[in-house]
């Protein structure tokens, strides 16, 4: 980290956009480096330093394909419908699997980074952090059609971003509850994981160095009755014409239960299979 007690950091992507500021807790000691350390010996020092916090983080996301999605449905909702094929929504494919159009989140726990020997370079996205997550918003989003509520969920979480030269690695670990004011949405437990891994120097088309997964699978906090899950593989392919460029292409299912709803939200209907289809360039 640098000398600053405070540094800022940002990312754009198709899905999830950030702009994020870290205070370092601690300014004593060094953020530690964590170049030379293993992916599991990583993970280990994380853990056995969750109760030894040196950072705060203070973060404001946006969705910006599920606000399209949104936008999609309430003003030209002749060209959504007409959007259906086979029963398949297609605006609904792509922008499906994200809970609110935009949230801010707080984090207070340990972070690591990776620092580059080679440069002078900041440390950007190259950190990984331990510890415990609040996030509030005032809008949840049920089959593309925002609804007011405001909730709070509460995690905690494992989550790191690597890029090196050749080779992005990103992953995120969490379990957490969520409580919302709207009581036409269920309260909930859920259990999450996300993997991504890129390597530009291997075959674009190398699906154990070149891919992602997403998993979430989600309960009433109430009756513990499965309320949803979420399963997405994507194949990440390196562009040859860009360093630093790749597209994704994300296939996965949605199951929603009549569960996670309550009030006029079950009374209109659940749509409860449905297909993602997430395309997603990265630079």
Request: charged share 25%; aromatic share 14%.
């Amino acid at each position: 980290m640098s000398e600053d007690l405070v540094e800022y950091d940002y990312e754009l992507d198709a899905y999830y956009s950030n702009v994020s500021a870290f205070i370092d807790l601690d300014t004593a000691n060094e953020i530690t480096d964590a170049s030379e350390l293993s992916e599991a010996e990583l993970y280990t020092r994380l853990v056995l330093n969750t109760l030894n916090p040196n950072i705060f983080l203070l973060e404001a996301a946006v969705h910006p394909m599920p606000i399209v999605g949104i936008y999609s449905r309430k003003n030209y909702e002749e060209s959504y419908n007409s959007s259906t094929i086979n029963d398949l929504n297609l605006v609904r494919a792509v922008t499906a699997g994200f809970a609110e159009p935009y949230s801010l989140s707080l984090f207070f726990g340990r972070m690591m980074v990776f620092k580059n020997k080679k440069s002078d370079e900041r440390v950007g996205k190259n950190r990984a952090y331990i510890g415990y997550l609040l996030t509030i918003g005032d809008n949840s989003i049920k089959e593309n059609v925002a609804h007011a509520n405001r909730f709070m969920t509460f995690e905690f979480k494992l989550k790191g971003t690597r890029e090196q030269k050749d080779r992005d690695l990103d992953w995120s670990f969490r379990v957490g509850a969520k409580m919302n004011e709207n009581r036409n949405f269920v309260d909930t437990f859920y259990i999450g994981a996300r993997r991504s891994s890129i390597d530009y120097k291997k075959s674009a088309f190398s699906f154990l160095y070149n891919s992602a997964f997403t998993a979430l699978v989600e309960v009433s906090s109430n009756t513990f009755k499965f309320t949803n899950s979420e399963f997405v593989i994507e194949k990440k392919f390196p562009l040859s014409w860009s360093e630093k460029m790749s597209f994704g292409l994300g296939l996965g299912y949605l199951y929603t239960s009549n569960e996670k709803y309550n009030g006029i939200l079950r009374d209109e209907g659940v749509e409860n299979h449905q297909l993602i289809f997430r395309p997603n360039l990265k630079f």
